[in-house]
């Protein structure tokens, strides 16, 4: 757990979080997002129910106790004779009023470092099988792509999703 103040002297702290929490990371991650909207029940299966959940790869910040930002990862096999361990980050919001301070930085910074710490020789954001919330970065969240392009993850596919109103 990492415990610092802030520019206003509210503690920041980076911790677990739990099945419990479920409530708080679906309201971070829809506020976050404008274009998806995530339940609760289908953050438990994604996370929860998923074979590879790692309880250690479940992070939130808080300040003063509030659930201010949230992440989670995977490690998956990625060849067939399970030689090489793939990570995958499976989701990261943060709280619209707490954007652009820090957050997705420090929990990228705690899950690569745990990653690593598992063996895992690359990360991937999103899109992971079998059990995933996004099929990839979301082009217009602009500020989520310029950050994990500046921390080195590169494009290695484009997903288009389309839908159509049926009135």
């Given at each position: 757990?990492?415990?610092?103040p ?11 979080w ?7 990371v679906?309201r971070?991650l829809?506020a ?12 438990r299966?994604?996370v ?8 250690d790869?479940?992070?939130c ?6 659930l201010?930002?949230?992440?989670a ?5 990625a060849t067939?004779?399970n ?22 930085t420090?929990l990228?910074?705690?899950?690569e ?7 895992v ?11 995933h919330?996004a099929?990839?970065v ?10 994990l ?8 596919g484009t997903t ?6 049926l009135?």
């Amino acid at each position: 757990m990492i415990n610092e103040p802030d520019d206003r002297g509210e503690m920041d702290q980076i911790e677990p979080w739990t099945a419990a929490d479920i409530e708080d990371v679906g309201r971070i991650l829809n506020a976050a997002s404008p274009y998806d909207k995530f339940t609760s029940n289908q953050l438990r299966e994604a996370v929860f129910d998923d074979p590879d959940g790692n309880p250690d790869l479940l992070l939130c910040g808080r300040t003063n106790g509030d659930l201010v930002a949230v992440a989670a990862a995977v490690v998956r096999r990625a060849t067939v004779d399970n030689a090489e361990r793939v990570g995958f980050i499976e989701l990261l919001g943060v709280a619209p009023e707490w954007q652009r301070q820090g957050w997705c930085t420090r929990l990228l910074d705690d899950l690569e470092n745990r990653l690593a710490s598992l063996g895992v020789t690359a990360v991937g954001a999103f899109a992971d099988s079998p059990s995933h919330l996004a099929s990839g970065v979301d082009f217009r969240l602009t500020s989520l792509v310029c950050l994990l392009l500046r921390r080195g993850y590169e494009p290695r596919g484009t997903t288009v999703n389309m839908e159509a109103v049926l009135t």
